[in-house]
């Protein structure tokens, strides 16, 4: 079974920098992709970004773009979420996921997601 780990959050200051780090273990095939979701309280969870895992495509909501960037390192089975210049609006708990048959913003393609690490923006 696969287990998704989510680090790096914390709480910044708006206009500062978090990394999240996403950290894969369990016996898995290799996931055809790989995701960044968020979910305040009350409110619907929400696409971030996705990368491919063995091959180029990158993908970003138009609410992130330059300001996030998604990265991978397949020896490590890990995926990362560099976010620069955030906002209180970026404030909400972030979840990796991984696709075993899909790129997609779409999250019930989702297979597998990990527990969610908490990024709080204060103004």
């Known amino acids: 079974q696969v287990q998704l780990v989510e680090s790096g959050g914390g709480s910044v200051q708006a206009g500062g920098s978090l990394r999240l780090s996403c950290e894969a273990s369990g016996r898995t095939l290799t996931p055809y992709g790989m995701g960044w979701f968020r979910q305040a309280p009350g409110k619907e969870r929400e696409f971030v970004a996705a990368i491919r895992w063995s091959a180029t495509g990158l993908y970003y909501a138009d609410s992130v773009k330059g300001r996030f960037t998604i990265s991978k390192d397949n020896a490590k089975n890990t995926v990362y979420l560099q976010m620069n210049s955030l906002k209180p609006e970026d404030t909400a708990v972030y979840y990796c996921?991984?696709?075993?048959?899909?790129?997609?913003?779409?999250?019930?393609?989702?297979?597998?997601w990990g527990q969610g690490t908490q990024v709080t923006v204060s103004s």
């Open positions: 996921a991984g696709a075993t048959r899909s790129y997609s913003i779409v999250a019930i393609l989702y297979d597998y």
